[in-house]
């Protein structure tokens, strides 16, 4: 198995494959819903100096999410760009 890292270590202006989610309950479908799945290719687009919001390029939208529920979005380390 390839090493994964979550979606909230992602620096901005990288990007990265998405490995897995651990978001159970509503957010999990919400996250889902919106282009979070197995194999998409999410780019960070910018982090707040505070680190929350972040916002991310998924299927071609910008999303912005909380640090809490970005970390629920596990990345494989070995699919990683600049």
């Given at each position: 198995?390839l090493?994964?890292y979550m979606?909230?270590?992602?620096?901005?202006?990288?990007?990265?494959?998405?490995?897995?989610?651990?978001?159970?309950g509503?957010?999990?479908r919400r996250?889902?819903?919106?282009?979070?799945t197995?194999?998409?290719?999410v780019?960070c687009?910018?982090a707040a100096?505070?680190?929350?919001p972040?916002?991310?390029?998924?299927?071609g939208?910008?999303?912005?999410?909380?640090?809490?529920?970005?970390a629920?979005?596990?990345?494989?380390?070995?699919?990683i760009?600049?």
């Amino acid at each position: 198995m390839l090493p994964e890292y979550m979606l909230s270590d992602l620096p901005a202006g990288r990007s990265a494959d998405v490995a897995q989610m651990d978001a159970p309950g509503p957010m999990g479908r919400r996250l889902l819903d919106i282009g979070f799945t197995e194999g998409t290719r999410v780019q960070c687009l910018y982090a707040a100096p505070s680190g929350e919001p972040r916002a991310y390029l998924v299927r071609g939208a910008v999303i912005a999410l909380r640090r809490e529920d970005a970390a629920r979005v596990r990345l494989l380390e070995d699919s990683i760009w600049e």
